[in-house]
T-cell receptor, first 113, second 111 residues
Framework: ETGVTQTPRHLVMGMTNKKSLKCEQH?????MYWYKQSAKKPLELMFV???????ENNSVPSRFSPECPNSSHLFLHLHTLQPEDSALYLC????????????FGDGTRLSIL | SQQGEEDPQALSIQEGENATMNCSYK?????LQWYRQNSGRGLVHLIL?????REKHSGRLRVTLDTSKKSSSLLITASRAADTASYFC???????????FGSGTRLQVQP
């Protein structure tokens, strides 16, 4: 139990579908993150939210749309994805973005047909 | 090359041996962190070393940081089969609020 829960664990979708990934943290943290992990590539930061405000957007295509309705929940809305978007999407949280460790969920394995 | 490059990319050792992984980074940092990832799971934080620290220990783990060389190392002593995983370093660059991860070292500990 890591304190960060991601759903679903696996998702298969077509390129024209719309789906959402959900992340929930039970650690009382005030910062949340989305990362993309592709085979043979370093973990790529996508978005950072601090106190529910987006503070970093790492040049992510607009077909990925994050939402942070409160400090415990983070969503990643997906639409019109491409096959190269197939990857493991990891959510993380921390108590202070600059100097505290991040706690990760187990990720959503996304496959685009 | 990328920020937070790990070396070697893969390492295979026998149980009981020590494993050493190295990491290099490019910019000024607040801290450097090491994480572990088992297959199909999320990352688990192992240890954080601040820019004004040179060495840190946690159980069988020993991390060093050399800011003049922009490098860090992770030593796992008396390795166990359960240590088999991928290990990542991640730098918290000065002025940023997100980590930059390296590509990781895959460690295989043979029983």
């Amino acid at each position: 139990e890591t304190g960060v829960t991601q759903t679903p664990r696996h998702l298969v979708m077509g390129m024209t579908n719309k789906k959402s990934l959900k992340c929930e943290q039970h650690l009382g943290h005030n910062a949340m993150y989305w990362y993309k992990q592709s085979a043979k590539k370093p973990l790529e930061l996508m978005f950072v939210y601090s106190l529910e405000e987006r503070v970093e957007n790492n040049s992510v295509p607009s077909r990925f749309s994050p939402e942070c309705p409160n400090s415990s929940h983070l969503f990643l809305h997906l639409h019109t994805l491409q096959p190269e978007d197939s990857a493991l999407y990891l959510c993380a949280s921390s108590s202070n973005p600059s100097n505290q460790p991040q706690h990760f969920g187990d990720g959503t394995r996304l496959s685009i047909l | 090359s990328q920020q937070g490059e790990e070396d070697p990319q893969a390492l295979s050792i026998q149980e009981g041996e020590n494993a050493t992984m190295n990491c290099s980074y490019k910019t000024s940092i607040n801290n450097l962190q090491w994480y572990r990832q088992n297959s199909g799971r999320g990352l688990v934080h192992l240890i954080l070393i601040r820019s004004n620290e040179r060495e840190k220990h946690s159980g069988r783990l020993r991390v060093t940081l050399d800011t003049s060389k922009k490098s860090s190392s992770l030593l796992i002593t008396a390795s166990r089969a359960a240590d088999t995983a991928s290990y990542f370093c991640a730098s918290m660059d000065t002025g940023r609020r997100a980590l930059t991860f390296g590509s990781g070292t895959r460690l295989q500990v043979q029983p």
